[in-house]
């Protein structure tokens, strides 16, 4: 794989990702309703990757879409 497939795999591979956390928080909210909970939804993707920084779940570094 060249270095500009592997990006535009990447791309393809965060726009994925930023449509399952509008399903998410879509979900959440819904949820939310149903039973008045308390689920938080994300803004976008870095937003959920920042999270998951937050939580541990993900190195300290930040995680910047930078293609």
Do not use: C
């Not at 449509?19 to 979900?27: A, D, G, I, M, R």
Request: overall charge neutral.
């Amino acid at each position: 794989m060249t270095i500009d497939e592997a990006k535009e795999e990447i791309r393809d591979l965060w726009a994925a990702l930023e449509e399952s956390v509008k399903l998410q928080s879509h979900y959440a909210e819904l949820l939310n309703m149903h039973d008045g909970g308390e689920r938080k939804g994300f803004a976008n993707a870095q937003a959920w990757m920042d999270r998951l920084i937050d939580i541990g779940k993900l190195p300290v570094r930040k995680l910047r879409r930078r293609l």
